[in-house]
């Protein structure tokens, strides 16, 4: 693949081997997809997808990378595949990533996203050469005071809902770890890099999760029936997935070059003039896609924020990075995605086209 040069990055994950948590996800398989078409060998841990139509199962990825089809709470299991396996990068992604989940069952939901991670970053204590972790949470981290501010990195974290207060608990006890047992004054030695990063919502091809907007609005496309919204008026910031994706891969690269200056916490999301509420975004999703209808009826089930918004000054900064699509773009290239008859090869080409253009 012939690279910009601001993606030269890319060529790092050549011949690298690069294990995945939560590859048989939405994220995931993405992520899978693009490390693959790099010529990365790469290695998944996850449960087993929870949707028969979700991008993993579409990609046939099962049969393209060696999939661990396990639990990210089973330490003996995840440290033999983390010592086994060798990894030069992990992206940790594996979670139970639904809010309205994290109220049916908390204790599920801590345990995922809190102890696996714990898990995780105590097996990669176990290896000897050098790796690259990003630890992927989400914007819910911060402590959210409905205001119209964009939280920055330094806000402090919180979280209402067991989803948002089980991610901000996933960043403390990887910053713990990172001041414990991979220390930057004692890097020579240990030779562990380790950040996270925290998008906003993302939106995009092969999502059949319950209870995400797109997927919901698709579902009730393809029944014909009317998308009830429960929140119309909350803003999110909304992104196509691959522009977290690019950014994961682009800070796993930099922080091996120069850890003090780049391990750390990262916000990723639009520009703060492009946020859309639910309603906008379902609005321009219909009008690109030429059908749908939907109304404003729904009770909300449980508290979610109605604010949330992300300063991403430090990604553009720091990575010199910035969003490539807009969000009508964003709703286009997810829409078109979805009408598709091919989706290996709408995949494989929108990847492509990303690489391409950013
Ligand atoms: N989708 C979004 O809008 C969004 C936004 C911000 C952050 N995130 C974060 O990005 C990551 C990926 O999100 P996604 O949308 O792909 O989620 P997803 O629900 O589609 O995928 C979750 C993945 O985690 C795995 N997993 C869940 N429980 C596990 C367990 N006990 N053991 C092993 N694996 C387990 C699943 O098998 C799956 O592969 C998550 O950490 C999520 O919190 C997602």
Redesign the pocket.
């Given at each position: 693949m012939g690279l910009r040069k601001n993606m030269n990055f890319l060529n790092n994950y050549k011949g690298k081997k690069v294990l995945i948590?939560?590859?048989?996800?939405?994220?995931?398989a993405w992520l899978t997809q693009i490390l693959l078409d790099l010529g990365a060998d790469v290695a998944g841990?996850?449960?087993?997808?929870?949707h028969e139509r979700?991008l993993?199962n579409e990609l046939r990825l099962s049969e393209k990378c060696r999939s661990i089809i396990?639990?990210?709470?089973d330490q003996e299991e995840l440290e033999k595949c983390i010592v086994e396996f060798q990894p030069d990068f992990i992206f940790h992604?594996?979670?139970?990533?639904?809010v309205l989940t994290s109220y049916q069952d908390p204790i599920e939901t801590y345990?995922?996203?809190v102890m696996?991670t714990v898990h995780l970053l105590n097996s990669v204590r176990k290896l000897n050469q050098r790796c690259s972790v990003v630890v992927?949470?989400?914007?819910?981290v911060y402590k959210n005071k409905e205001w119209e501010y964009p939280y920055r990195e330094n806000d402090p974290l919180g979280g209402y809902d067991p989803y948002s207060s089980s991610?901000a608990c996933c960043e403390i006890a990887m910053t713990s770890f990172r001041d414990s047992f991979f220390n930057f004054n004692e890097i020579a030695n240990h030779k562990k890099y380790i950040s996270s990063a925290r998008?906003?919502?993302?939106?995009g091809g092969g999502?059949f999760?319950d209870n995400?907007l797109i997927p919901d609005l698709v579902k009730s496309l393809e029944a014909n029936e009317t998308l009830i919204l429960r929140s119309p008026k909350a803003v999110r910031p909304w992104q196509h997935v691959l522009e977290?994706l690019f950014f994961y891969l682009k800070l796993a690269v930099l922080q091996l070059s120069d850890p003090s200056k780049y391990c750390g916490e990262y916000n990723i999301g639009p520009e703060n003039d492009d946020i859309l509420t639910v309603e906008e975004l379902v609005q321009i999703a219909i009008e690109v896609f030429g059908k749908g209808h939907y109304e404003c009826t729904g009770e909300q089930l449980v508290h979610e924020a109605t604010t949330l918004k992300l300063d991403i000054s430090k990604s553009k900064k720091m990575l010199n990075w910035s969003p490539l699509y807009n969000s009508r773009e964003a709703i286009q290239k997810t829409m078109s995605w979805y009408e598709s008859k091919d989706k290996i090869k709408t995949t494989r080409s929108q990847i492509e086209e990303f690489i391409r253009e950013f």
């Open positions: 948590t939560g590859h048989t996800g939405f994220k995931g841990y996850a449960l087993e997808p929870y979700g993993y396990a639990d990210i709470r992604l594996a979670a139970q990533s639904l345990g995922v996203n696996g992927i949470t989400t914007d819910k991610k998008a906003g919502n993302v939106i999502d999760s995400r977290p």
